[in-house]
């Protein structure tokens, strides 16, 4: 539960889609917090960055491709209480993107149809998300 006075995190994640309709999720590698847990690529926003600037940055650092803000269309968004803090994510699609994805910071990579998502075991922020891509996709 969370509590008064906890810390409000703001990180965003992009549902990047294939030509062939599969969802990109990333392996937490060893030694991060929720190391071997699936999640969709993104990370946290840096003081003045809007989420598109974030995602776009995140894009290219972890996974060596590039997009637009015209190219991120906002879903939908998770709450969720951790321990230590709250986490707020909202969750971009981007279907149009340059480049090949391909692990720049040690994370195992998987283009996953939708209905598959459920099979890997994701952080308790990112399973709520499903639904809402299985919807769409």
């Given amino acids: ?16 889609v294939d030509s062939d309709g599969r969802i990109l999720i990333a392996e937490r590698p060893a030694g ?3 190391a071997g847990l699936w999640e969709f ?24 491709i590039e997009t637009k803000a015209a190219c991120l269309a906002p879903l939908t968004f998770a709450s969720h209480s951790y321990d230590d803090f709250h986490l707020l994510m909202p969750l971009y699609v981007c279907r149009r ?9 040690g994370q195992r990579l998987k283009w996953v149809r939708p209905a598959q998502l459920r099979d890997y ?6 399973e709520p998300l499903i639904p809402h891509l299985i919807e769409l996709l």
């Fill in 121 to 126: 075991p994701m952080p308790p922020a990112d």
């Fill in 1 to 16: 539960m969370s509590g008064p006075g906890q810390r409000l995190l703001l990180v965003v994640a992009c549902a990047l």
């Fill in 32 to 34: 991060k917090a929720l």
């Fill in 97 to 105: 993107y340059e480049g090949i994805a391909m692990p720049r910071e």
């Fill in 41 to 64: 690529p993104g990370g946290k926003l840096e003081p003045g960055e809007t989420p598109e600037a974030t995602l776009i940055r995140e894009l290219r650092e972890e996974l060596g």
